[in-house]
């Protein structure tokens, strides 16, 4: 019998014969978890195709797994999109637990998104808002609509070109398609990557799709760092990066040992294009769909900004730790509209037993965080509520302790671009809503926004936000 209670796995719907309960998960895989769950209770175990898989539907069962054992779901599942895109899991996102991950992690954290390097770039995001200010205030005084999904990516895409290569884009590179379609391929259930029998067939035309974006990719990239080998003077992340890849190719004695190659070099800088673009994109549109839904809520937080920045400054990024309401703002909005709705896959390392449930090892770990804020024995009855202040009175912080909030994840693996990301979102939010008043087009009213959302690895609004800007500051 203790045999049998070894095996036992987490309760789950029946799996099919080949391709499991994969034909369930529909287009907002999210949604359709958090109704199984409801069934079958916050462990739940899933069958995808030949993948044993568990999904964890509230903050308790995440504590367990990503708190309590988070050595042993610390690895990641191997993928097609990765193994094309990351040149066989060469960068970090998706490379298995192990020393290499370990390395790229150390060069992500203490030489590239360490704060110092982050407040290297405040002035540059500093010029690049106020380009879109300026874009924007044209559009006040022609009576236009602003399309903020398309003007905010376009601005996170830039700040992002420049903190990687010193400047702003080149012609064809086009980062934010890249980071918009590697999500959806990344994200998606490929059924090649469950089933391997169905693989060569490639019934959903997803590997052609993931091969000819990372032949895309590699061209785009390729040309990127050539350019900037031929001018040295450019400066940006990619001067770090090549450093340390021309130390560890050169036999130098001072070689950090990062291990990084070529297609390691064009690997890492995939997780921070499509880390950076697309997380921060997602976040920041949300926020503003949200304050544009409330009235309410829109104002109170105008009043701070008029309390803290005053009425004739821009924001500035020092602003930000005073600005409280925002922060709650921010807080509330990943609760609902969180960017990576399931978080970014984990994968078991070794056998293990759970609350008397066996997980194997190579077991798949979905955390479906975004079924954690539908849940009101989490957030009360008001659960489906956007209301900011729940957190005068609930100390809930997002950073990765607090196993309620945690759209960047935990541990390990948690996301190691938490200070950049909100420091995008935090400024982009406040200068917006600083600088103007945004009213919806053709006369609609707030509550008739349309807020259904996308699935992918990240989760944006399925049609764009548009708005009608007024001045607020200089009238
Ligand atoms: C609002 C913005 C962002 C959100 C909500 C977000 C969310 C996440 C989440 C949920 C994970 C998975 C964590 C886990 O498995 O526990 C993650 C991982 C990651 N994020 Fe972010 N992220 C954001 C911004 C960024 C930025 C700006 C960058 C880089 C420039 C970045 C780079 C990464 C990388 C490289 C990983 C993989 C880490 C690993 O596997 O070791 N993210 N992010």
Same mark, same amino acid.
């Given at each position: 019998t203790t045999h049998l209670r070894r095996k036992k796995l987490p309760p789950g719907p029946l799996p099919l014969p080949i391709i499991g309960s994969i034909h369930l998960l529909g287009k907002l895989p999210h949604r359709v978890l958090r109704n199984l769950s409801l069934k079958y209770g916050p462990i739940m175990s899933i069958r995808l195709g030949n993948v044993e898989t568990v999904v964890l539907s509230s903050p308790d069962s995440a504590r367990l797994f990503l708190g309590t054992h988070d050595a042993n779901f610390s690895s990641r599942p191997q993928i097609q999109a990765s193994e094309h895109l990351s040149y066989g899991a060469k960068g970090m996102a998706y490379t298995p637990y192990g020393p290499y991950w370990r390395s790229m992690r150390k060069l992500c954290t203490v030489e590239l998104l360490s704060v110092a390097k982050i407040n290297d770039s405040r002035g540059m995001r500093r010029e690049e808002i106020g380009v879109i200010m300026k874009e924007i205030g044209e559009c006040v005084t022609r009576n236009e609509v602003v399309n903020l999904s398309e003007t905010v990516g376009r601005l996170i895409e830039n700040m992002t070109f420049r903190m990687l290569f010193g400047r702003t884009g080149y012609e064809g590179a086009d980062f934010r398609s890249l980071a918009n379609e590697g999500s959806e391929v990344i994200g998606a259930f490929n059924l090649g990557d469950y089933v391997p029998m169905l693989a060569p067939l490639d019934l959903q035309g997803s590997t052609r799709r993931i091969k000819s974006l990372s032949k895309k990719y590699d061209e785009m990239i390729e040309s990127l760092i050539n350019k900037r080998e031929q001018d040295r003077s450019l400066q940006g992340l990619i001067q770090w990066i090549l450093l340390i890849y021309y130390c560890h190719n050169s036999? +130098?004695? &001072?070689?950090?040992?990062? /291990?990084?190659?070529r297609k390691g070099t064009k690997a890492i800088l995939l997780d921070m294009i499509v880390g950076a673009i697309d997380a921060s994109t997602t976040s920041t549109e949300w926020v503003l769909s949200l304050l544009i839904k409330h009235p309410r809520v829109m104002k109170k937080l105008q009043q701070e900004l008029s309390d803290v @920045? /005053? &009425? +004739?400054r821009e924001v500035d990024e020092t602003h930000l730790t005073k600005l409280s309401y925002l922060h709650m703002v921010i807080k509330e909005t990943f609760r609902l509209? %969180? $960017? $990576? %709705? =399931?978080?970014v896959p984990r994968e078991s390392i070794n056998d293990i037993v759970i609350n008397g449930y066996h997980i194997p090892k190579k077991t798949l770990v979905l955390v479906n965080f975004w079924a954690f804020g539908r849940d009101s024995k989490v957030w009360? +009855? &008001?659960?489906n509520e956007f209301l900011p202040e729940r957190f005068l009175d609930k100390d809930v912080d997002f950073r990765g302790h607090d196993f309620e909030l945690i759209p960047f994840g935990t541990g390990r693996r948690g996301c190691p671009g938490m200070n950049l990301g909100l420091i995008n979102v935090g400024l982009i939010v406040s200068q917006l809503v600083h600088s103007f008043n945004w009213d919806l087009p053709s /006369?609609?009213? %707030? @509550?008739? =926004?349309d807020m259904t959302e996308k699935f992918g690895l990240s989760m944006p609004r399925a049609k764009p936000l548009v708005a009608i800007p007024t001045y607020r500051l200089y009238e």
């Open positions: 036999d +130098k004695p &001072n070689d950090p040992s990062h /291990g990084i190659d @920045v /005053g &009425n +004739k509209y %969180p $960017a $990576a %709705p =399931l978080l009360s +009855k &008001n659960c /006369g609609m009213s %707030p @509550v008739e =926004l």
